[in-house]
């Protein structure tokens, strides 16, 4: 029941876009997503919850589609912060109010 | 708020030991979760507590490991005797959901961690 996230790693210039997807096998109540950077904690970023809706958070945004049980992160036009990994986490529908989290993206930003 | 306090930070220990991670709450938050991480397995949940109850323990690997929570700011995670495969960063993070109704966020605190090598 681990989410699916993809790509394993990705390596970007400062500037450019990337997309980061998450899948589930699940019905999803709700998709999380965190920044870990090496060495540290992992960081929260958004939470999206059934109904399809959008967010952003800096130039980071992100969408659910509840039908798919698929959430995209978009990073516009990256920042050499933006380095880390990033995990979705999925909530199942039932909210037993725990988060299953995917493997990761790495995420790399060269100058 | 210190933010959810977790000690050692560092811990190295030979094979057969017993080792015991703690973890401190956010205040008033009454969910906590241990989490562990590897390269190979991501970020795994082992057991988490609401109001010092274990609710869901299905991921703690083996009999070896145990966690409790005795009361709203303090857990320990115990592992005895430990083996080489146990070496990870333990991770322990904290929430406070808000009522269904509400529709809000429920976002995890997490601990610095602490970084488990077994020797």
């Known amino acids: 029941q681990q989410p699916v996230q993809s790509p394993q790693a990705v390596i970007l210039r400062e500037g450019e876009d990337a997309v980061i997807n998450c899948s589930s096998s699940?019905?999803?109540?709700?998709v999380h997503w965190y920044r870990q950077k090496h060495g540290e904690a992992p960081v929260f970023l958004m939470i999206?919850?059934?109904?399809?809706e959008q967010k952003g958070h800096e130039k980071i945004s992100a969408s659910f589609n509840e039908k798919k049980q698929q959430s995209s992160l978009y990073l516009t036009a990256s920042q050499l912060s933006y380095s880390g990994t990033y995990f979705c986490?999925?909530?199942?529908?039932?909210?037993?109010?725990?988060?299953?989290f995917g493997k990761g993206t790495r995420l790399h930003i060269l100058p | 708020d210190a933010g959810v306090i977790q000690s050692p930070r560092h811990e190295v220990t030979e094979m057969g030991q017993e080792v015991t991670l703690r973890c401190k709450p956010i205040?008033?938050?009454?969910?906590l979760f241990w989490y562990r991480q590897t390269m190979m397995r991501g970020l795994e949940l082992l057991i988490y507590?609401?109001?010092?109850?274990?609710?869901?323990d299905s991921g703690m690997p083996e009999d070896r490991f145990s966690a409790k929570m005795p009361n709203a700011s303090f857990s320990t995670l115990k592992i005895q005797p430990s083996e080489p495969r146990d070496s990870a960063v333990y991770f322990c993070?904290?929430?406070?959901?808000?009522?269904?109704?509400?529709?809000?966020?429920?976002?995890?605190?997490f601990g610095p961690g602490t970084r488990l090598t077994v020797l």
């Open positions: 993070a904290s929430t406070s959901p808000p009522p269904f109704v509400a529709g809000g966020s429920n976002e995890q605190f």
């Open positions: 699940k019905a999803l109540y709700s």
């Open positions: 999206l919850l059934k109904g399809g």
């Open positions: 986490g999925t909530e199942r529908i039932g909210r037993d109010d725990k988060i299953i």
């Open positions: 205040s008033g938050h009454d969910y």
């Open positions: 507590f609401n109001n010092n109850v274990p609710i869901d």
